[in-house]
């Protein structure tokens, strides 16, 4: 298979960072209220089970509580308290996650750029790697910014860290394909939003990546689970990543099928 670059010989001068550091709780709020709060709309991305495994209290109190801005403050009391019981293991994992990333920040982001055939921007400079207590790990596209749970490897946490900074250059690079594309549609719960999850696995698998940290990536587990007339979601889009021209093939061409199967596709 040959591959079109769509990337200029010389390469671009920013290389982002990842810097990190403890999330405090205003930086965990929008996450909390998304997970703990579902939309009924769309059972299959209910989370909380999630936080209620890890902290079975927080379920037991908000069970007790009715109205939404009650929860609210439930929840965040829950958690101001959760960040200073377990500041130690967060510290400690911050050091090592810190460490491990920083033998590979500048290598991953070039590889990145490689199969995803775009430039990191300027505004991508700082990416901002929060250590947190939630045992889930959003992202925030317009600030550049993730939440990674402190219980994680030192190996799981970079993995996942890779797997949240795609997220960053994929949507860049959808955004060049598809101008018209509106920031909405980067989140739940748009069609747009859900490809890019079911990908990761299949991109971050191609050999740029692999050379520089060698794992067995995941996409969202749903659609591990997923199958259309009969045959694995992921498997299909890993043969039109496969057979791709470039990246811009990839996009149009995977964005095609989910959009002919949206019905099945959760």
């Known amino acids: 298979m040959t591959l079109k670059s769509e990337l200029p010989k010389s390469r671009g001068k920013v290389i982002p ?21 579902p939309n009924a709309e769309n059972p299959g991305w209910n989370w909380s089970k999630h936080i209620y495994q890890t902290y079975p209290e927080l379920e037991e109190r908000l069970r007790r509580l009715s109205g939404t801005a009650a929860r609210r403050k439930a929840e965040r009391a829950f958690f101001e308290e959760v960040l200073v019981v377990e500041h130690a293991g967060l510290e400690k994992s911050l050091e090592q996650y810190r460490r491990e990333w920083g ?59 890779i ?49 520089v940290f060698k794992c067995d990536f995941k996409s969202h587990e749903i659609y591990h689970h997923t199958t ?21 093939d990839f996009l149009k061409k995977s964005w095609k099928f989910v959009n002919e199967n949206k019905e099945d596709i959760p």
Request: glycine share 2%; hydrophobic share 40%; with cysteine.
């Open 17 to 37: 960072q990842a810097e990190w550091r403890i999330a405090q709780i205003d930086d965990m709020l929008s996450a909390l209220d998304f997970f703990l709060n």
């Open 103 to 161: 033998k590979l920040n500048d290598g991953i982001m070039r590889a990145l750029e490689e199969v995803v055939q775009t430039k990191w921007s300027e505004k991508d400079r700082k990416i901002s790697a929060l250590v947190s207590p939630l045992p889930l790990c959003p992202r925030y596209l317009d600030s550049r910014t993730f939440l990674i749970n402190y219980r994680f490897s030192p190996s799981g946490a970079v993995a996942t860290s």
């Open 163 to 211: 797997h949240e900074i795609l997220h960053f250059i994929y949507f860049k690079k959808w955004k060049e394909i598809f101008p018209e594309a509106k920031r909405e549609e980067f989140d739940s719960p748009h069609l747009v939003w859900k490809l890019s999850e079911m990908v990761p696995s299949i991109v971050l698998g191609d050999p740029c990546v692999q050379a």
């Open 228 to 248: 259309i007339d009969g045959r694995p979601l992921l498997s299909r889009l890993q043969e039109i990543f496969d057979e791709r021209t470039d990246f811009a």
